[in-house]
């Protein structure tokens, strides 16, 4: 039985508390944390109240469904996903990143904390996110189930042989499994392609799967069409370009949302970082405007995965913790949307 009958049949969430990348069943608590909000099947919005002849009782109701959605657990870094497993809610972008610079980054921002890297076929780097995580395991400073690694398959040739292409990215970061897996963007053959990602979860070699670059009208033709509801939706967000309609449309179907070029994008960070609104607020915490940027997100409930390949950076980007944003500072940085996109997907 499908698990989307359509967008107003909201997923129900049914899995244990998990550790980061690995299931840990048996245990009680909220770590990641849901939120748990009554629905009213849409579907069934009118109903006859009325008892025929004879009758003597009412119709039963109808039973109750619940909106899961997913809450960021600030004390854990984590969120909790629909797949029952815990992401990192701030990571390290890897797109540019290549070579030794790749390798020397991963294994900085993984000696600085950071747990979850984020990349994908077409930034051609995988095998070196692949070797700079393996090296960084034998070298005592992560294990493999601390890490949550991300990847993506690009449309075009990649989605019309999606099985090969799946293969072809698990033997190129070579580190047994991938946490995460996402389509980059749509395609004819998406639906196929997913399906197929699908078969790799059941095999046991992709633990969640999602979507990247998916608004609200491709996600209402695309969902209805497969049996697993995305655990993370990536998008590119930032003050400039908040899509303030798609996250919570995303996020009210107990998907959890992820910003690519939280700070701007190639070209456009300068900019973003000098905003004086923003400058201000990070003076007043005493913080940086990268940081500010950062925690607005994560207070929007969007998680992060800036990119960069300064060891300064990559660790100013992880303390973001000490400090939140009030709700007049969140309305203030909300006013800079510009509707303003910063690449072409």
């Known amino acids: ?52 002849p004879g009758d003597t009782g009412s119709e039963p109701e109808a039973e109750e469904e619940t909106i899961v959605k997913a809450v960021f657990d600030f004390e854990r870094r984590t969120v909790m996903l629909n797949s029952g497993y815990e992401m990192p809610v701030n990571g390290l972008g890897t797109y540019s ?28 780097n995988e095998e070196e996110i692949g070797q700079a995580i393996r090296e960084a395991i034998d070298e005592g ?34 580190i047994g499994y991938v946490d995460l897996m996402l389509l980059h963007h749509p395609d004819p053959n998406d639906v196929e392609a997913y399906k197929a990602m699908e078969q790799f979860v059941e095999e046991g070699k992709i633990r969640s799967i999602g979507l990247s670059n998916w608004y609200v009208e491709e996600l209402t033709e695309f969902l209805p069409q497969v049996d697993t ?7 590119e ?21 992820q910003g690519w070029y939280p700070l701007g994008g190639r070209g456009h960070t300068g900019e973003l970082l000098g905003d004086s609104v923003i400058s201000e607020i990070a003076e007043a915490h005493g913080v940086s405007s990268a940081q500010v940027i950062l925690r607005w997100n994560l207070q929007k409930g969007v998680v992060v995965i800036p990119g960069s390949s300064n060891p300064d950076h990559i660790r100013e980007n992880t303390e973001v ?7 007049g500072e969140m309305a203030r940085i909300g006013a800079l949307d510009r509707g303003e996109k910063h690449d072409w997907y």
């Open 1 to 52: 039985m499908r698990k989307i009958f359509s967008l107003m049949l909201v997923y129900l969430l049914a899995f244990p508390i998990t550790a980061c990348g690995r299931n840990r069943a048996g245990e009680t608590g909220t770590a990641g944390g849901v939120e748990s909000i009554p629905a009213i099947d849409t579907m069934e919005s009118v109903r006859e109240t009325g008892t025929a």
């Open 141 to 174: 400073i992560v294990q493999r189930e601390d890490i949550f690694v991300t990847t993506k398959i690009y449309p075009g040739s990649e989605m019309e042989n999606p099985v090969q292409s799946i293969q072809a990215c698990l033997d190129r970061l070579d």
């Open 321 to 327: 913790y000490h400090f939140s944003l009030t709700e």
């Open 229 to 235: 509801v995305p655990a993370v939706v990536q998008n």
């Open 97 to 124: 990143l290549h070579g030794d610079k790749c390798i020397n980054a991963v294994k900085s921002a993984l000696s600085n904390g950071v747990r979850l890297i984020d990349t994908a076929s077409a930034y051609g």
């Open 237 to 257: 967000i930032h003050p400039y370009y908040q899509e303030n309609d798609v996250i919570p449309f995303i996020q009210d179907l107990g998907i959890v949302v």
